[in-house]
């Protein structure tokens, strides 16, 4: 069994800060790659970042502003967002694919955490 829970949304004002986490637990042999999604209401769930290969990719919307970083040795991920707008608001959804100690792939989302920017 593994899952991911993230943690760390909230309500922030214009300019604010927040920084999400991601924990990956279970029986996990290694991770192939972790990211984090968000969706608004009424919009498509959009990527915003990707740790993949020791590579690290952004949506144009958050470049400069949000930093993703890996723990490896704590299976967790960290989404650092600086300078949010009201329009980053939405349910930011971490991912992760990953082997399992069984040696099964396992493609995961967690449940969301909610990040709301006030004007």
């Known amino acids: 069994q593994v899952q991911l829970v993230e943690s760390g949304g909230g309500l922030v004002q214009v300019g604010g800060s927040l920084r999400l986490s991601c924990v990956a637990s279970?029986?996990?042999?290694?991770?192939?790659?972790m990211g984090w999604y968000r969706q608004a209401p009424g919009k498509q769930r959009e990527l915003v970042a990707q740790?993949?290969?020791?590579?690290?990719t952004y949506a144009d919307l958050v470049k400069g502003r949000f930093t993703m970083s890996r723990d490896n040795t704590k299976n967790t991920t960290y989404l650092q967002m600086n300078s949010l707008k009201p329009e980053d608001t939405a349910v930011y959804y971490c991912?992760?694919?990953?082997?399992?100690?069984?040696?099964?792939?396992?493609?995961?989302r967690g449940q969301g955490t909610q990040v709301t920017v006030s004007s």
């Open positions: 991912t992760a694919d990953l082997w399992s100690t069984h040696g099964d792939e396992f493609v995961l």
């Open positions: 740790i993949a290969g020791g590579s690290t």
């Open positions: 279970g029986s996990i042999f290694s991770i192939i790659s």
